[in-house]
């Protein structure tokens, strides 16, 4: 599956992606009770969309993916990162993170921080982010998540 474009979200469509980064949560497999807990924080922000922090990556009229970024002082973290289950493995996780990095750069930040998903830990370092801690979950209480961080640097 190849991007056509990544662009920033809209506001009209925020339900829509908010769905998608559901669907790509649930592909692992987690059960009812486990996804009902993460709905609340699997919404796309209207404020991150106005601030030109949510960006989404569409194949023609289709959006694939979704990534959002909020940004504390000279840190950003990557408050939502998805990519539809079909575009899964086809290069689009990698577009979208390289695009990601690019936004916090842009807004000047020198590092992403990304509480992981336990099943993309390996995707983020395999993108050159770097392990540094597991820490408590936002919305499953008792559940760790791997912590990395990407230091960010200009192109030269």
């Known amino acids: 599956m190849s991007v056509t474009a990544i ?10 992606l908010s769905a998608l980064c559901v669907r790509s949560k649930a592909h692992w497999g987690y059960d009812a009770e486990f996804m009902a807990r993460c709905v609340p924080h699997l919404r796309v922000s209207p404020e991150a ?8 990556a569409a194949a023609g009229e289709v959006a694939v993916g979704v990534h959002q970024i909020s940004v504390k002082a000279a840190s950003a973290e ?8 079909p575009a899964i493995g086809t290069g689009v996780g990698r577009q979208l993170y390289r695009h990601a990095v ?10 992403l921080i990304i509480d992981a998903d336990p099943f993309a830990a390996a995707f ?5 982010a770097r392990y540094l801690e ?17 230091v ?5």
């Open 134 to 150: 597991d820490v408590p979950s936002d919305a499953i209480p008792g559940r760790k998540l791997p912590r990395y961080v990407q």
């Open 102 to 111: 690019g936004v916090a750069l842009a807004v000047g930040c020198r590092e």
């Open 49 to 56: 969309v106005g601030k030109g922090l949510a960006y989404v």
């Open 124 to 128: 983020y370092a395999a993108m050159g």
């Open 7 to 16: 662009r920033g979200a809209r506001l009209d469509e925020i339900e829509a």
């Open 152 to 156: 960010l640097r200009s192109p030269r």
């Open 78 to 85: 990557l408050d939502l990162f998805f990519v539809d289950p």
